[in-house]
């Protein structure tokens, strides 16, 4: 188990680079929040080919490969405590597998389109901006249109943890402030005002989660119930 736990460790703290280093691309070098024609974005991506791929794997796909093993770490953990009363932990552990898959899938779209987009841009310029933003609708709703899968995942280990005495008061609280911030994030008057409450926020719960998993000091509080 400390194995496991360690290993799960390393990938929060994995996920928060991931998550730094795609916040620092994003508002620098890949910039396109300037660009509204779907045109002039297909011309940018064609010139920053290989940086925009990379960048996009790695925050997508990396991402969610990266975010199984801490699913399975805290799944692990969580049933040691629950016994057969594991419901959130299983129902946790669902939802970041479906996170998981879908920012994978969310990456793969949007690499392969943006290729072939970048294809028809000699041919039809017109017709490769008409395909991409056809791309970036599926990109977006795939994998951060809205954060609800992340969110009801972080929700639900919080609860569980509170339940089992896993994890620091401070840390537990926080997530329950991240999962609510990005549950409300399927609302569109609301997106702006608290995805960055849920990106942020997720990373220093990350951090948090990370640094007592490598430790070995998970079990700090006092569980609402004891396991069987």
Known sequence: ????????????????LIYIIGIV??????????????????QFMADHQGLMTAWITLLYVVFGIVLIPL???????????????GLLAKTAAAF????????????????????TAIDMLAVNPEKAGDFFSVITSIHVGLGG??????????????????QTGLF???????????????????VPSLFDSVVMVFAL????????????????KVFVGKPVFAGK
Do not use: C
């Open 96 to 115: 970041g597998f479906i996170w998981s898959g879908l920012v994978i899938a969310s990456g793969m779209v949007h690499n392969i389109g943006m290729g």
């Open 145 to 162: 249109g809205n954060e609800v899968p992340g969110a009801m995942w972080t929700l639900l280990i919080s609860i569980a943890a509170i």
């Open 25 to 42: 691309m994003n508002a620098s070098m890949l910039d396109t929040s300037g660009i509204t024609d779907p045109i002039e974005l297909v």
């Open 71 to 85: 699913t399975i770490a805290l799944y692990e953990l969580m049933m040691e405590k629950a016994g057969d009363r």
């Open 168 to 186: 620091k008061k401070w840390i537990n609280g926080l997530g329950l402030i991240v999962g609510i911030a990005g549950i409300l994030t399927i």
């Open 1 to 16: 188990m400390k194995q496991i736990m360690k290993i799960g460790g390393m990938s929060a703290i994995g996920l928060t």
């Open 201 to 216: 926020g997720q990373m220093v719960w990350w951090i948090g989660l990370g640094l007592l998993m490598i430790r070995d």
